[in-house]
């Protein structure tokens, strides 16, 4: 147990030290662990990429079960102490907990009284198994499907460039996405793939930037683009109210993402009733 342990927090770590740190022993023990786990299956569990450990192919699915396995445990325990009221730790995307559930999360409680849903914001957004603390998270345009993963979709995506009224006039963006050559492209850490997915899936040839700004959470380039520093790939439920009061303009429209927004629980959790009646609220307020 205790190898497993250190196994899995490296795994989620990506580092021996801050592993160690997180258990409360020496790097020493922690890579002692990993040797006895790689040994005792005579797999390699991990490979170093510069000063980090990164998960083989192999690794990544066994940290995955016994990320699961852990969250079960862990759960269970709760649940001994917990009494008759029940809580869900919900990870949840920090701008998508801002634009969409805060302003519904009266009428959340109000549908589930007996339920506490702690609502931890997630700046990156990463799969449940890396999350063994967490009961469910929501995930958007990054949901993968995953072994032992229920997902429910709950409500469409759409997203798109938008910008100020004043600088779509003058940049020219609305003749074509090839004016973004001349924008200054604002991006944000916790959602990388933003730009490269719109290009993608909305069928249109790519447009190499000469400027760019990088932020480190997507609110903070959403807010920047109402400020008319630039272009900002935004979701269409964050700057629907900015659209229909005319303080930013989507020059290309906007495109439906496939994956949709879905609540992600373990497959041994899918019929819990708690989790049920949190996707049965979510269903009903996201109307998917």
């Known amino acids: 147990m205790n190898a497993l ?24 023990a922690v890579r002692q662990q990993l040797a006895v786990l790689e040994g005792h299956f005579g797999v390699a569990l991990f490979r170093r990429d ?18 699961i396995a852990f969250g079960i445990l862990a759960r269970a325990s709760a649940a001994l102490t917990a009494g008759d009221r029940r809580s869900i730790r919900l990870g949840v995307p920090s701008a998508f907990a801002i634009w969409w559930l805060m302003p519904r999360v009266g009428d959340l409680q109000a549908a589930l009284p007996d339920i506490d849903i702690d609502i931890i914001p997630m700046t990156t ?24 993963i229920a997902a429910i979709r709950f409500m469409e995506d759409e997203f798109g460039p938008v910008a100020t009224p004043q600088l779509v006039m003058r940049l020219g963006l609305a003749a074509g996405v090839e004016a973004l050559a001349g924008a200054m492209v604002l991006t944000s850490r916790s ?6 997915d719109w290009f993608a899936e909305s069928g249109r040839v790519p ?13 903070l380039a959403v807010g920047a683009a109402r400020s008319g520093v630039g272009v900002a790939i ?18 290309y429209g906007f495109i439906r993402r496939p994956a949709g927004y879905s609540l992600c ?6 019929k819990d009733a708690a989790l049920a ?12």
């Open 5 to 28: 342990r250190a196994f899995d927090a490296v795994a989620r770590r990506g580092s021996i030290l801050q592993a160690a740190s997180e258990l409360g022993v020496v790097r020493g």
């Open 277 to 288: 009646r949190l996707a049965e609220w979510l269903l009903r307020s996201g109307g998917a």
């Open 50 to 67: 510069g000063r980090r450990l990164v998960l083989t192919e192999k690794g990544r699915a066994f940290a995955d079960s016994v990320g």
């Open 191 to 196: 959602a990388p793939r933003l730009w490269d």
């Open 234 to 251: 935004a979701p269409r439920t964050a700057i629907d109210e900015d659209i229909g009061r005319g303080a930013l303009t989507a020059p």
């Open 207 to 219: 447009v190499r930037f000469s400027r760019s700004r990088e932020f480190e959470d997507l609110l």
């Open 265 to 270: 629980m373990r497959s041994s959790d899918a």
């Open 125 to 148: 957004v990463e799969p449940l198994a890396r999350h063994p603390d967490l009961d469910a998270v929501i995930m958007g345009g990054e949901y993968r499907p995953a072994p032992d």
